[in-house]
């Protein structure tokens, strides 16, 4: 299903928003507008002009002026150190064979390389081989140059550095040849319905999409997510920002949680439902404790479990809370991990998500995280007006710098620029603003 777009945006605007699968933010329509006032004819000529053969090369640089082509090599560490600890190494121990991975809005091939780098560390085949693919036709020839910036190489490990990359020119470095060659680049677009797939057709190990889809529209991430479902491998994983919706994990996929870290796996056939006990009046979910099996670590890292909370959800608001206390944030920290775990057992949040939120910020207020969640959840209910009030909270306390960090959103300035998008996505669809 193509998402569909308010009557008020520009045709052009429009087309672009579908080509590309984004929710188009302000800024990226008053970049397509700069582009477009400089280019003749009326907006019905440019629109057909568009979509024709030859306007193939002016949509292209359409596309270029709003999508995001600066990024670094190893960014997001701590989400780099659960793939490289968690899934490389013992894949690299178990399968003994050349690794397949895709790296999908790979931009100017920092992600490409930082892949590369780590499947050496983990020992991999030789022949493991990574594909990088973006939209922008741009992009993809300044990766194929393969050179970096010190800038962009700020944050890989100076032992690593030494190991893997070179001098390629004055304030240049590029991975060694023998590292460079498993490299490859691909123009493409997500919202295309024919998909790369390995030679071999057993489909990826991994397939990386970091911080691209925070940037589309709902119906379009529900959409690319299916089909990179479609394209992993039956053990392979599916590794997004942690800033990207997981209370709502799409049909076919399951949440797998590690310390610090979510990826998704292929869900396995669903076996007959086991008869329900009577209830012990504790709500629908059950505790999230250590899970068995290759992938479970729910209840990991430095959270304590929790009982199922049982309070009724306010329906008048709540008083102003006294400020937080060590306790109080230790409390809303637990709240906060309960409901991570929750979301690896169950593929939609149930009313107790949203209670448990609530109450892990009356306990702290500016966890954004939390809030950012809770936001999403108000979304799946159909409740936009809600949905914007919690996306603003939580933007006002990242912006004013009162937001804690957690173990599962790692990066501060990523859920910010998440929270914005969201705010002008649903500003757009007909949301109040703020007075």
């Known amino acids: ?72 090599l190893f960014r997001d560490e701590a989400q780099l150190e659960a793939l490289r600890a968690h899934v490389l190494a013992p894949l690299v121990a178990r399968e003994r064979r050349p690794l397949r991975v895709w790296s999908a809005g790979c931009a100017t091939g920092e992600e490409v390389a930082t892949l590369l780098v780590l499947l050496a560390e983990v020992g991999a085949d030789p022949a493991s081989t990574v594909l990088g693919t ?12 393969g050179w970096f910036s010190a800038e962009q190489l700020q944050r890989v490990p100076p032992a690593l550095r030494e190991r893997w990359f070179v001098s390629v020119g004055p304030g240049r470095h590029g991975l060694v040849p023998a590292l460079k060659e498993r490299g490859s ?33 709902p119906e379009s991430f529900t ?14 994983l599916l590794v997004l920002s942690s800033t990207e919706p997981l209370l709502n994990t799409p049909p076919g996929l399951r949440t797998l949680r590690f310390d610090e870290a979510f990826f998704y796996g292929r869900a396995p056939p ?7 006990p009577p209830s012990s009046g504790s709500g629908r979910f059950a505790t999230v404790g250590s899970g068995s099996g290759r992938f479970a670590t729910v209840g990991s890292g430095r959270f304590a479990a929790v009982g199922t909370p049982g309070a009724p959800l306010d329906v008048a608001p709540p008083p102003p809370p006294p ?13 906060f991990s309960q409901v991570l775990g929750w979301a690896t057992s169950h593929t939609q949040p149930g009313p107790q998500t949203e209670e448990t939120l609530r109450r892990c910020l009356r306990l702290d207020p500016d966890l954004a995280a939390a809030r950012y969640l809770l936001a999403m959840v108000c979304e799946q209910r159909n409740a936009p007006g809600d949905a914007l009030s919690e996306y ?16 599962f959103f790692l990066n501060n300035a990523r859920l910010q620029v998440a929270c914005a998008r969201a705010i002008e996505r649903l500003e757009r669809a007909g949301g109040p603003r703020p007075g």
């Open 185 to 217: 680049f691909l123009c493409h677009n997500l919202m295309d319905s024919v998909y790369p797939s390995p030679v071999e057709r057993r489909g990826f190990d991994i397939i990386v999409c970091r911080n691209v889809l925070i940037y589309f529209s």
């Open 270 to 276: 669903e076996p007959p439902a086991p008869p329900v």
């Open 134 to 145: 973006d939209i922008s036709e741009t992009a993809i020839q300044r990766a194929r140059e």
């Open 323 to 335: 400020p937080p206390t060590t306790l109080a944030y230790e409390e809303a920290d637990s709240l």
């Open 392 to 407: 603003r909270r939580a933007l006002r306390s990242l912006e004013e710098g009162r937001a804690r960090s957690t173990p």
């Open 223 to 236: 959409r690319v997510v299916s089909s990179f479902g479609e394209r992993l491998a039956p053990e392979g």
């Open 1 to 72: 299903m193509p998402p569909s777009y308010p009557a008020r945006f520009h045709p052009v605007h429009a087309l672009v928003a579908r080509r590309t699968g984004m929710a188009l933010s302000d800024l990226q329509c008053r970049r397509l507008d700069e582009k477009l006032a400089g280019w003749g004819g009326s907006s019905v000529q440019r629109l057909l002009h568009l979509q024709s053969p030859e306007g193939s090369a002016e949509l292209a640089e359409l596309i270029d002026a709003i999508t995001v082509q600066k990024t670094e």
